[in-house]
Each structure stands twice: as structure tokens, then as C-alpha cells.
């Protein structure tokens, strides 16, 4: 991760807010924008897919962006700077961010960024593109931000589906779920999304079928969003808690934990490495007996997930826990599946994508 530098000793002071994506960008800027690319929407569009990809293509190379590899393997060769201590690792960048959301949600009604279009967005500031540019990769990355929270939504409720102990009957007629039988079993299932934002993951699961769902966030601000972006759309009936997940003070277990960058953030802290093993340790009280833990990375590859829950579950052997309440010599969590299929980057005759998904179940 390439990002600033902050000193551990400094890390509870007040600290300078760099402009996020959305400050360098004119309330005209978003209109032309609106107006001129293929964003899916109510209002249709005027350039189709194939330019944005020019477009981009041309800022990124422009840029000396390097190209993406495929995300769910090892990378060949580590980047240095991608776990370096960043501004996003800062409670006080995030409570200035959801502040500037609220204030945009409440004069234009916007909803905000998913946590891949910040993260990414960060990496290009540091580029210093022209604000051309810069607008043009916003919108391509706001796109693609998008497209993989469709892909986890729809991946995740397939998951759910398929286990062996959640296994629902097949319509032996067609080979398919019936809706019904769906919509019942996704919604005996209780979901935590920890580090919510704005709550908009939690909208998406809500409309495929579930609705035990429960959003915890750090910041204040970012649950006084979620909760007005939940009642505007009609999703009142989720529950949004201020919690901060290295020290929750929830006393359930959930039978799906959602991740959606919070541990990239927590890494992203200058004493990252410690609060990782810190999330690790109090994840594993929220996700329930035979629950499933997905997390999604746009920092780590699949294989760095998997080799951070096998350190875990290593720490854990011979211990005992007593918050746990186990002494069992085995694993706490094991691996069930991850993402394959995820919407691509394109650009430099390169295609790839820089984020990766991978499901772990409680034992």
C-alpha cells in the first residue's frame, strides 16, 4: 500500500486531513461525469463501456500506473510500500470522511464511496494527476467499486445456499432453489457487517433475502449515515450499532461476518501488525460455531488471507482460551472458498484486478 507515513506516538493526536477523492471534484465536475460515462443507471448514459476503458487506459499509462495482476494468487514480487502506515488506518480520517458524507448526503442526497473506490483513489492522489485525469479515473474505479460489492453479494448468498450444514432442498423438477424456500432460509441467518460505512452492503443483502442484518462502524458518523441511507430506501429494519470491533462490546454471535476492507484499514494503522492479531482474536468471538467469516482485501491476495488465518489458528494451539471458552488443540477457523470470477481492470493490453474475497468457517 503505497500511503503517508504516521508515527506510532502521534497516532492519538489530531491529525491533517488530506483532501479525499470527492474534495478535488466540482459539484460541475460530477454533472459532466454524470452526463457523459456509462454509470448504470435511471438516467442512461452517452458513452458506452469500451471508451471508459480507453479513457482510463490512457490516465493509467500516462500515470506509470503498473498493471494489475490476478489478485486471488501470489503476487511474484511484493509492493514494499502496500502495508505502509496510512492515513486510512486513522479513526479521525474516516470520522472526517463520514462527516463530509453526511453533510453531501444531507444537501444532494449522495450515498457516498464503497471502501475500494477510497482506498484506490488514495493510491492515485499520491500520483498528483491533473484533475482531468483524476476525474476520469473516479468515475471508472466508482464503477468498478460497484461491480465487485454485486459480485460479493451474489457470491456470498451462493455460499450461504451450498454449504453442507445450511443446505436447502433443490426443486428436483428444474435443479433450482424455489423462491420461497430462498427467501426463508436466507432470512433465519444473522449478519454482522463489521466496519459498515455507509451501510450499503447491508441494503444489498437485505434485498436478495436476508434480514437479520446488523452493521457495526468505529466512527459515529459513519452509523449516523448508514441509518439515514437505510430509512431513505426503505431498509429501516436494519440495525446499525457504534462499535469498534478491536474492542467490541457485542455480546452475540452472528452466523455471517462481512469484512469489506476494515482489516486492509486496521493494517493500514501504524501499529497495524499488532491490531491485525487483535482482529483475528475478537473476530473469532463474533462469528458463531459452523458461522462463516468472509473478508475482502484490496491489499492482500488470497493465499496472504489464508497464511494470516493459518498463523492464527497456529497461535491458538496448546492455548487455552478462557473468553472462548476452549481448550481444544485444533484450528479455530478453516478455509471454504473464495471469489474466482471477480469485473476486471483493463488497461495497457493488461487485464487483472486488485481485489480479493475469501470465505473461512468457524469451527
Given amino acids: 500500500m503505497a500511503g503517508l507515513r504516521w508515527p506510532?506516538?502521534?497516532?492519538?493526536?489530531?491529525?491533517?486531513?488530506?483532501?479525499?477523492?470527492?474534495?478535488?471534484?466540482?459539484?460541475?465536475?460530477?454533472?459532466v461525469a454524470a452526463d457523459s460515462w456509462s454509470i448504470k443507471s435511471e438516467y442512461?448514459?452517452?458513452?458506452?463501456?469500451?471508451?471508459?476503458?480507453?479513457?482510463?487506459?490512457e490516465v493509467l499509462s500516462s500515470g506509470n500506473f503498473q498493471a494489475a495482476s490476478d489478485y486471488s494468487s501470489d503476487k511474484d514480487e511484493p509492493d514494499v510500500n502496500e502495508d505502509e502506515p496510512s492515513m486510512l488506518g486513522l479513526q479521525s480520517y474516516w470520522d472526517a470522511s463520514y462527516a463530509d458524507d453526511l453533510a453531501n448526503f444531507h444537501e444532494h442526497g449522495h450515498a457516498g464511496e464503497v471502501w475500494w473506490v477510497t482506498h484506490t483513489m488514495e493510491r492515485v492522489l499520491l500520483r498528483k494527476l491533473p484533475s482531468k485525469a483524476f476525474l476520469?479515473?473516479?468515475?471508472?474505479?466508482?464503477?468498478?467499486?460497484?461491480?465487485?460489492?454485486?459480485?460479493?453479494?451474489?457470491?456470498?448468498k451462493s455460499l450461504c445456499l451450498k454449504l453442507p450444514q445450511y443446505r436447502?432442498?433443490?426443486?428436483?423438477?428444474?435443479?433450482?432453489?424455489?423462491?420461497?424456500?430462498?427467501?426463508?432460509?436466507?432470512?433465519g441467518w444473522s449478519v454482522l457487517d463489521i466496519g459498515t460505512g455507509n451501510g450499503l452492503l447491508l441494503q444489498e443483502?437485505?434485498?436478495?433475502?436476508?434480514?437479520?442484518?446488523?452493521?457495526?462502524?468505529?466512527?459515529?458518523?459513519?452509523?449516523?449515515?448508514?441509518?439515514?441511507?437505510?430509512?431513505r430506501n426503505g431498509f429501516s429494519h436494519i440495525n446499525f450499532l457504534v462499535d469498534d470491533v478491536l474492542e467490541t462490546k457485542?455480546?452475540?454471535k452472528y452466523q455471517l461476518v462481512m469484512d469489506k476492507g476494515t482489516l486492509d484499514a486496521i493494517g493500514l494503522h501504524p501499529d497495524g501488525p499488532v491490531k491485525r492479531l487483535m482482529y483475528w482474536d475478537s473476530v473469532a468471538k463474533l462469528v458463531a460455531p459452523s458461522g462463516i467469516l468472509v473478508i475482502t482485501s484490496c491489499n492482500k491476495t488470497k493465499d496472504e488471507l489464508l497464511q494470516e488465518m493459518e498463523s492464527f489458528n497456529e497461535k491458538r494451539?496448546?492455548?487455552?482460551?478462557?473468553?472462548?471458552?476452549?481448550?481444544?488443540?485444533?484450528?479455530?477457523?478453516?478455509?471454504?472458498?473464495?471469489?474466482?470470477?471477480?469485473?476486471?481492470?483493463?488497461?495497457?493490453?493488461?487485464?487483472?484486478?486488485?481485489?480479493?474475497?475469501?470465505?473461512?468457517?468457524?469451527?
Fill in 317 to 363: 494451539l496448546g492455548s487455552h482460551d478462557q473468553v472462548l471458552g476452549e481448550a481444544s488443540r485444533g484450528s479455530l477457523f478453516k478455509y471454504i472458498d473464495h471469489i474466482r470470477t471477480y469485473p476486471s481492470i483493463m488497461f495497457a493490453g493488461v487485464e487483472g484486478t486488485r481485489v480479493s474475497t475469501v470465505a473461512f468457517l468457524r469451527k
Fill in 136 to 156: 476520469v479515473l473516479f468515475v471508472y474505479f466508482s464503477k468498478f467499486g460497484a461491480e465487485v460489492m454485486d459480485t460479493v453479494v451474489a457470491w456470498t
Fill in 205 to 231: 443483502l437485505a434485498k436478495i433475502g436476508f434480514s437479520d442484518l446488523t452493521g457495526t462502524d468505529y466512527s459515529e458518523g459513519a452509523i449516523e449515515l448508514s441509518r439515514n441511507l437505510a430509512a
Fill in 250 to 252: 457485542l455480546d452475540k
Fill in 44 to 57: 442512461g448514459s452517452t458513452l458506452d463501456d469500451d471508451q471508459r476503458h480507453v479513457d482510463a487506459a
Fill in 168 to 187: 436447502i432442498a433443490v426443486d428436483n423438477n428444474d435443479g433450482k432453489y424455489a423462491s420461497d424456500d430462498i427467501s426463508n432460509h436466507l432470512s
Fill in 8 to 31: 506510532p506516538d502521534d497516532s492519538d493526536l489530531p491529525q491533517p486531513r488530506a483532501q479525499a477523492p470527492a474534495d478535488l471534484i466540482s459539484d460541475d465536475d460530477r454533472s
